[in-house]
C-alpha cells in the first residue's frame, strides 16, 4: 500500500504506524469475527475448550503485534457490549496480541518446536495477566462455573486465592492456547498467496 | 450485538461521551467502597435509571444471566474461604459459610453488577453511529472508530458465514459427534474455509475504503450531529468531583 512506504522512515513510532495500512485495519474487524466465532465453533463441536484468541493470534501472524494488541483491545469492547465482564479483560488479550507478534517477527512460528513454546508463553503471558484482574475484580471466580470448581478445589486443599487461581489458569490454558497457536498457523498457512497481507512472509 | 433500544428519555439525550463519563466514574467509585450495601443502593439507583429510559426489564434481565453464576461462585468460594474469616454465619454439616466472606463475596458482586448495569444502559440507550461520532468530536481516532463500528457489523456477518460453512462441510461428511481428535481436525475444516472468505472480503474492502479517503488526515464531517449540552458537562464535571471526593474520604478515613 502507498501509505506505508511513505511512513518507512526510522524510528519507533513510525514503524509502528507503518503497520497500520489500510489492508491492516481492515483485518481488525476480521480478527475480532474470529475471537468470536471460533468460540461457537467451539460449541458446536463441543470441544473442551474456550479458542476465544485465535483471531488475535492470526492477526498478530498476519499483521504484527500492534494491529494484534489492537484486535485484541477492539474484541474485548466489541464483544463488552453484550457481556461488560469481559471489558475487564482488554489488557489480557492485548498482550497476547503483543507477545504473539513479537515471537512471531522473531521467527517462532515456523517449526513445531517454536510453536510449542510459543503457545506456552502466550499462555503464561495470559494466565500472568488474568490472575490480578480474576482475583482483585471478580474475587477469585470467573462466569465459568467448572473453573470456579477448580479454584475452589485448590483454596480446600489449603493453598490461597493467588496461587489457586494461578494453578486454575495454567491447567484450563495449556491446551486452549496450544490449540489456538496451531489453528491460527495452520489457517494463515492455508491462505492462498494471492491474499497473503506481506508481514506473513516474514512470520510463516 | 449493540442491542440499542431507540427512545426519546433523558437518558437517550444525554451526549454518549457524559454516559461513557458516568460508566466510568461509578466503575472507579464501587471498587473505592468498602461495604457491600453501598454499592447494591448504586445499582438500585441504576435499575431506576433504566426505567427513566424505558428499558428497566431488559437490563435486569440481561444483568441477572450475567451477574448471577458469578454471585453463586464467589460467595460460595469467599464464603468458605475468604482469609479473614471470623465470625461463622451458617454451619451445613461439616462445611461452615463465615459472615465476612459472604460479605465481601456481596461487595464483589454488587460492583460488578453496579458496572455491568452502567455499560448496559450506556449500550441500551445509544445508537452507535452517535456514539462514535460523540467519541470523534472529543478526539477518537476516526480509523480506532471505523474499526469499533466494523467489528460490531462484522460479528453477527462472521457467525452466518461460519453457520453456513459447518452446514456446507456437513453436507461433505463432516461428523460433529465423531472423537476428539476428528472434531479437532474439523475445527480447521471450517476455519480454513471461513478465513480465507473473510481476507478475499478484506481486499474489496481496503479498495473500496481507500477509494472514500480513509488513510486521508484532515477535518472530516459526519452525517450525524451530536449535541453536548450544559447538562452533559455539569453531569460529567459532577461525576470527576464525587470520585475525587470518595477517593479523598477513602484515603483520608
Known amino acids: ?20 495500512t489500510t489492508r491492516a485495519w481492515v483485518l481488525i474487524p476480521v480478527g475480532v469475527g474470529i475471537n468470536f466465532v471460533g468460540g461457537t465453533l467451539v460449541t458446536v463441536l463441543k470441544l473442551p475448550i474456550f479458542l476465544d484468541t485465535i483471531g488475535t493470534i492470526l492477526v498478530a501472524l498476519l499483521a504484527g503485534p500492534w494491529v494484534a494488541a489492537v484486535t485484541g483491545l477492539i474484541t474485548n469492547l466489541v464483544l463488552g457490549v453484550a ?7 482488554v489488557p ?34 495470559g494466565v500472568i495477566l488474568s490472575a490480578p484482574i480474576v482475583v482483585l475484580v471478580f474475587g477469585g471466580v470467573t462466569s465459568s462455573p467448572s473453573r470456579s470448581a477448580l479454584t475452589a478445589f485448590f483454596l480446600a486443599t489449603g493453598s490461597e486465592i493467588w496461587g489457586s487461581v494461578f494453578a486454575t489458569g495454567i491447567i484450563v490454558e495449556v491446551v486452549d492456547k496450544l490449540v489456538s ?11 492462498p498467496e494471492r491474499y497473503r497481507p506481506q508481514k506473513a512472509q516474514q512470520t510463516l | 450485538m449493540f442491542d440499542y433500544r431507540p427512545g426519546d428519555s433523558p437518558v437517550h439525550l444525554l451526549n ?32 431506576g435509571v433504566a426505567a427513566v429510559a424505558g428499558f428497566p426489564g431488559r437490563v435486569a434481565k440481561l444483568a441477572a444471566v450475567l451477574t448471577v453464576p458469578l454471585l453463586v461462585a464467589v460467595v460460595l468460594i469467599q464464603g468458605l474461604f475468604y482469609p479473614g474469616n471470623e465470625i461463622p454465619l451458617v454451619e451445613v454439616g461439616p462445611v461452615t459459610f ?6 465481601y463475596g456481596l461487595l464483589v458482586f454488587f460492583r460488578v453488577l453496579v458496572v455491568v448495569c452502567a455499560v448496559l444502559i450506556m449500550v441500551f440507550s445509544t445508537y452507535p453511529k452517535a456514539m462514535m461520532v460523540a467519541f470523534i468530536d472529543k478526539g477518537l481516532s476516526p480509523k480506532l472508530a471505523y474499526v469499533f463500528m466494523a467489528s460490531l457489523q462484522f460479528v453477527p456477518e462472521m457467525q452466518r458465514r461460519g453457520r453456513a460453512i459447518i452446514e456446507a462441510q456437513q453436507a461433505r461428511g463432516l461428523d460433529l459427534k465423531a472423537n476428539l481428535w476428528r472434531r479437532f481436525q474439523a475445527l480447521l475444516a471450517m476455519m480454513i474455509p471461513l478465513l480465507a472468505g473473510a481476507l478475499i472480503s478484506v481486499e474489496t474492502r481496503s479498495l473500496a475504503l481507500e477509494a472514500r479517503g480513509f488513510s486521508r488526515g484532515g477535518l472530516r464531517n459526519h452525517l450525524i450531529e451530536v449535541p453536548d449540552r450544559t447538562t452533559d458537562r455539569v453531569i460529567r464535571w459532577s461525576v470527576v468531583a464525587i470520585v475525587v471526593l470518595v477517593a479523598i474520604w477513602r484515603i483520608v478515613l
Not at chain 2, 466510568?24 to 435499575?47: D, Q
Not at chain 2, 463465615?98 to 460479605?103: N, P, R
Open chain 1, 92 to 125: 489480557v488479550n492485548m498482550a497476547i496480541g503483543l507477545i504473539a507478534g513479537f515471537l512471531a517477527l522473531r521467527g517462532w512460528f515456523k517449526t513445531y518446536p517454536k510453536i510449542v513454546a510459543s503457545g506456552l508463553i502466550i499462555m503464561l503471558t
Open chain 2, 16 to 47: 454518549p461521551v457524559t454516559k461513557l463519563a458516568v460508566a466510568a466514574g461509578l466503575t472507579v467509585i464501587v471498587f473505592l467502597l468498602p461495604n457491600p450495601w453501598e454499592p447494591a443502593l448504586i445499582a438500585v439507583g441504576l435499575l
Open chain 1, 181 to 191: 497457536v496451531f489453528v491460527a498457523v495452520f489457517v494463515a498457512r492455508a491462505i
Open chain 2, 98 to 103: 463465615w459472615a465476612e466472606g459472604v460479605s
Open chain 1, 1 to 20: 500500500m502507498a501509505d506505508s512506504s511513505r511512513q518507512a522512515e526510522r524510528g519507533f513510532f513510525s514503524r509502528m504506524a507503518s503497520d497500520f
Open chain 1, 83 to 89: 457481556d461488560p465482564t469481559l471489558i475487564a479483560y
